[in-house]
């Protein structure tokens, strides 16, 4: 109901009274305000591309929390919220919601990596594959299996949603002199 009044009233006249409610501290208050802010950013769309910013610290705030249902619920939140301003010049804050939702990847609770993995899929829409990319990267090789299964499991669902796009992320390796590791198409066209 809180999602319809938003869209057909604009967001401005729900959005104030749950942030203020989520300032109660009681966890099961703030838990249905981040449900109600999820539900209400995937009903509006693209008319939350207003209220990003407005909304990044609550996120921030709940993605640190202690408590491994915040953390889903606002995880599914920043899904929903990414998703919906993909393409509109939020991608500032997209990212800086990243760095928030990026130290839960070794969640272990299936509930919560599911929502940690579909917030970073809807973060690959909003801020490009590349971006992500380079979050991926400097785990793919790390000392610890359990690390590298995590990583490798983001970069096959990178691989899978933009293969031709992560190209230009590759990094450079300088050619030997068997070999020649150059994308000449790529840096012709950059």
């Given at each position: 109901a809180l999602a319809i009044v938003a869209e057909t009233c604009s967001p401005f006249t729900v959005l104030p009274a749950l942030m203020n409610e989520y300032r109660v501290p009681e966890l099961n208050v703030q838990n249905g305000v981040l449900k109600a802010l999820s539900f209400m950013f995937e009903y509006i769309?693209?008319?939350?591309?207003d209220y990003v910013y407005a909304i990044a610290p609550?996120?921030?705030?709940?993605?640190?929390d202690r408590d491994m249902v915040h953390r889903q619920t606002a995880a599914t939140t920043v899904k929903h919220v990414a998703l919906g301003v993909a393409g509109l010049g939020c991608e500032d804050s997209?990212?800086?919601?990243?760095?928030f939702i990026w130290p839960n990847v070794f969640e272990t609770s299936p509930h919560v990596i599911n929502a940690i993995f579909e917030a970073i899929?809807?973060?690959t829409v909003a801020v490009g594959p590349v971006k992500v990319f380079q979050y991926v990267m400097q785990g793919l090789y790390h000392p610890a299996r359990r690390v590298r299964d995590v990583y490798w499991k983001l970069f096959n669902t990178l691989?899978?949603?933009a293969s031709d796009a992560l190209v230009s992320g590759y990094p450079r390796i300088e050619a030997d002199g068997v070999n020649d590791y150059r994308r000449t198409h790529l840096e012709?066209?950059?």
């Open positions: 769309g693209e008319m939350g591309k609550l996120l921030e705030d709940a993605l640190m997209i990212q800086h919601l990243l760095n899929e809807g973060i691989y899978i949603y012709l066209f950059i």
